[in-house]
């Protein structure tokens, strides 16, 4: 799971991607204008896990960030800027967008300004790309070449959305179509914005863009807080009312945009963790192990997590009838523990 980080200069971007970076800001490798770090998804029931299996390691699911300096506000350059910003951030799975809520050299905040200018650059740039392709397209067509004409009826549907200033995520069928998959577009991906609040500021309301959600962060805060102990922190986090971390919430919000749970499955070996998207059956989630297993699969064994615990051990789960066999069509559950069984 790849999401990727953008905002405007000065927006604090780059503390929001540390604060998200968390333990593994030590680990974080810049290269070219792109900080990444790879980040272990908090999940308290994978250590209860792998003590029910003595498991010999714990592999928690993982996120990874990336911190993406580009100026979309100079002109100059600012073509090559989009281009090198659409080929790091076509593989990400989904946005996070940054704001600042915070006075920096006497200038006030403008998260609503900085919000608009961010959102109708993502809409600029797919434009470009979807009104260059219906012209490859329809040159095409009046050749008499070959073409998809579902290819060409998703692009014009695309072009009405992003004419009205839409996002493409709005359409659903647009989200799952195989052609619109090949495409760099930035306003189909989940869009998590981050107001980065400032200490004294007061958090605000934004006009959110359609199928999007919005977070406070006082990241300056959730940087100093991250150089102290837990106990010291937990003191600070509530005098300042801090209900959660910036890394929890951050790992947790970005798994709601992208819509995932997990499944665990679990050894003398390894206990780990699998992130899917909500609704994959079981023989798609065999594939996230290995397709071999997705290929191969015969039947899952399934035991819901609650279960698991209250009966203490897998062993105990099955002479209590809590172990469940089921097909390649289930749908698998949020804190399943499964086995596949598949023959290759």
Known sequence: MKIGIIGLPQSGKTTIFKAAAGEAAGQIEEKGGIARAVVKVPDERLEVLQKIFSSAKKTPATVQYLDLSFDLREREGRGKELEKLLHELKPADALIMVVRNFELAGLPPEPQKELDILHEELILSDLAIVERKLERLEKEAKKGASFSEK???????????????????????????????????????????????GEENEEVDLKLPPETEAIHIKGRLEADLAELSPEEAEVFREEYGLLEPALPLLIRKSFEILDLICFFTGGEKEARAWPIPRGTTAQKAAGAIHSDMERGFIRAEVVAYDDLVAAGSYHTAQKKGKVRLEGKDYIVKDGDVIIFRFSV
């Open 151 to 197: 290819e060409l009826e998703e692009l014009r549907e695309a072009k009405k959305i992003l004419d009205e200033g839409k996002p493409l995520r709005v359409s659903q069928s647009l989200r799952e179509s195989s052609y619109m998959k090949g495409y760099a577009f930035l306003s189909i991906k989940p869009l998590l914005v981050v107001i980065n609040t």
